[in-house]
């Protein structure tokens, strides 16, 4: 028997999860995984132990429960500004992953080109791969990581058709302003493209802006799909709950793509999580304020023992420069668990090609105790 499939050539562990096994091994702190240490709020797990056992155990429909979508589409039009029927303009997922993995299944072919702007999340590459699609990837720039037009034509070929946003981003942090999603949408608008958009840090931010969803301006609302989940807001990623949302045109097919891959998400977990949109906005005042004050913590830790980070304006990921280090992001890496006992993630993994300089990734959605061990590593720690 051959030992797997042809389309598995080339594919290894995720850098993320490898990361997470040596730093196990080696007794480290771990900021590598892109996971919060927050508890899930009080009242979603009340409601939960509350209604568990009463809520419905069986399949949903194919694009999800009612209650999940109605409360999506509520969700959607107030704090997005994105306009969708429950019925036929939401599809309730297996997280945002599952969201985007039905949106890539159902929209590109094999061999079709997919833009995807550098630093990226690493699922957005593999997932494309896997059904064949061609990962294009558009050079943008610390710190700002604006995309422009002109890194877009450079990426573009006539193989072409769709690109996939990521604000704020994974793993710059970087929320795209109005004028660079205009200017986004301008160039998707001219070449015919699909935008698919992962809004999954969506409430996570640090500055005054409130976010601004790309499907919410003119050009793009019929060409894109808006994909979020529950998992980073509301600390509940192993519920496995996402939605992809956009014109009912483009979310049929992806409904057919979901079904086929996973028949439906979690029933009782689609019902009961629907509460969350319920939280009132204090809840996620305090939860961009406990995060702010986790950044500015950690970066300060890395900053005192001689490694510059980014300033994120979202999500919960430092970019830390390992330049003074020596070597590439993947030495870095092993050089700041060994001296320090810290996992972070490689810059290769965010990148087709090499990084433009050897940086690596820290999660600083941590409890404060680990706070605290990563101050303390990173006070007493002698680089070699
Ligand atoms: C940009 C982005 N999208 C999606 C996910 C995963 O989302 P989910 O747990 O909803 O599949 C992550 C997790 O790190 C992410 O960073």
């Not at 510059?308 to 830390?320: H, I, K, Q, R, S």
Request: with cysteine; hydrophobic share 40%.
């Amino acid at each position: 028997m051959k030992p797997h499939a042809r389309r598995l050539d080339g594919f290894r562990q995720s850098t993320i999860r490898a990361m997470t096994e040596r730093c196990v091994a080696v007794g480290g702190i771990n900021l590598g995984q892109g996971l919060s240490r927050t508890p899930p709020p009080d009242d979603l797990l009340d409601h939960a132990t509350a209604h568990f056992a009463s809520a419905d155990h069986s399949y949903s429909p194919a694009h999800g429960d009612a209650v999940l979508r109605q409360a999506v589409a509520r969700k959607l039009a107030e704090y997005n500004g994105v306009h969708v029927d429950p019925e036929h303009g939401v599809v309730a997922t297996i997280g945002a992953t599952g969201a985007y993995n039905a949106a890539v299944l159902a929209h590109l072919d094999p061999g079709d080109g997919l833009l995807l702007p550098e630093p990226f999340y690493g699922y957005h590459r593999t997932v494309a791969e896997i059904h064949g699609v061609v990962p294009q990837p558009v050079r943008t720039d610390a710190p700002g990581f604006r995309i422009d037009r002109a890194a877009l034509e450079a990426a573009t070929t006539d193989r072409t058709r769709a690109i996939v946003l990521c604000t704020p981003g994974n793993p710059s942090g970087h929320r795209m302003p109005p004028d660079e999603i205009e200017e986004v949408a301008r160039f998707a608008a001219d070449r015919d493209l699909l935008v698919i958009t992962d809004e999954i840090y969506e409430h996570l931010y640090y500055g005054d802006e409130p976010h601004r969803s790309p499907a919410s301006f003119d050009l793009l609302r019929d060409r894109t799909i808006t994909v979020s989940g529950l998992s980073k807001t509301y600390s509940i990623p192993g519920w496995r709950l996402g939605y992809a949302a956009g014109p009912p045109e483009l979310i049929a097919p992806l409904r057919i793509a979901a079904d086929a891959l996973s028949v439906c998400a979690p029933t009782p977990l689609q019902q009961i999580a629907a509460r969350a949109f319920t939280l009132p906005d204090s809840f996620y005042a305090r939860t961009r304020q406990d995060y702010r004050r986790k950044r500015d913590r950690i970066a300060a830790a890395f900053r005192d023992a001689g490694l510059a980070t980014n300033d994120p304006e979202g999500a919960y990921y430092l970019l830390v420069d390992g330049t003074p280090l020596g070597g590439d992001s993947g030495e870095v890496a092993e050089t700041i668990l060994s001296a320090a006992g810290i996992a972070t993630i490689p810059a290769d993994a965010f990148h087709l090609g090499a990084a433009p300089y050897p940086y690596v990734r820290a999660c600083f959605a941590l409890t404060d105790a680990d706070i605290l061990r990563v101050e303390e590593h990173l006070s007493e720690v002698k680089w070699p």
